[in-house]
DNA sequence: CATTGATCTGAAAATCATTCCCATCTAGCG
DNA sequence: CGCTAGATGGGAATGATTTTCAGATCAATG
């Protein structure tokens, strides 16, 4: 194998030690570039052939998502989902629940609605989950019908 | 026990054939009035001195879901979460992380910008979830932040 | 460099919600 | 009253995630 040189991601600072591991899961988990699962990372990087144990896997997905530096979902099977986020950004996605891809959507008139709500309802803290999910016109066969859950 | 005659609430039409136990649940699911957890509500009956398979339990709500009679959400521990829905509406709640208190907000602007999304995308069956969760004037001790996730 | 205490890793075991299996009931219909 | 598709329940199975903990690594220090 060729000995490939690891740079130090300034994200790794955020999460603790410097590892071999981390950096290779950050690497495959910003390559992924959408959702994935920490198994399906698991068994890309053993693909890879840089296997690194999925316990570690968990640990490094989990503590980006604390910093910030990930996205968060689930599918509908109960599986968390992460998604690399650069930078601090907020935002939010409309996710194909057949193909997986994954397309932002302009989320401003959310934000201003939630913190309308925030303020006139008294409560504190208060965080918003928004998630929007169809089928992309590439998986969809026909006509376009919305519903709501 | 006095011999407690049983209505035939029409949800369970929705869902098959009527039963005790799914009466049991239903009424139970009924009183439970917010997010209750199949476990719970699994362990009320039990309680209630009704008890009820677990198996049922789990059957019973996700017909309910299926036939939307039931909101669904899942809480950060992976579990899943139901709200019994009286009728066809549909509306989002903001949810006190403490004591569970559930509060409607008035969602118009949500399901107007969702919609347009929809359009917009060329995505077919676009469904959304928003979740607002935050800490109630009763519980929060102090003063209001507001949070991101 | 060598030392050393704090951190990290990973294989296996433990958790835990949810689903599956299947022998046994029962609602609903004639 | 029978009959049968549909329903029940308890225990086993599943599957994602977490915990455990002994040994490996890191980074700071002398
Ligand atoms: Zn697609
Ligand atoms: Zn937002
Ligand atoms: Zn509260
Ligand atoms: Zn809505």
Redesign the pocket.
């Known amino acids: 194998m060729a000995p490939t040189r690891q740079r130090t991601p300034t994200e790794i600072a955020l999460?603790?030690?410097?590892?071999?591991?981390?950096s290779v899961?950050l690497a495959a988990f910003i390559r992924a570039d959408g959702f994935v699962?920490?198994?399906a990372l698991h068994a890309q990087l053993a693909a890879d052939g840089t296997?690194?144990?999925?316990?570690?896997?968990?640990?490094?997905l989990?503590r980006l998502a604390g910093a910030g530096r990930a996205d968060l979902v689930?599918d509908t099977?109960?599986?968390?989902?992460f998604r690399y986020r650069p930078g601090p950004d907020h935002r939010h996605y409309l996710i194909c629940t057949e193909c997986g891809l994954s397309h932002p959507v302009d989320s401003a008139p959310i934000e201003d609605w939630a913190d309308g709500i925030a303020q006139d309802s008294g409560f504190a803290n208060v965080r918003h989950t928004v998630e929007l999910t169809g089928v992309c016109p590439d998986c969809g066969g026909g006509q376009a019908a919305t519903e709501r859950q």
Do not use: D, F, K, N
């Open positions: 999460i603790g030690r410097h590892t071999q591991q981390r899961v699962g920490a198994q296997p690194v144990g999925l316990s570690t896997v968990y640990r490094t989990t689930r099977g109960g599986e968390r989902l």
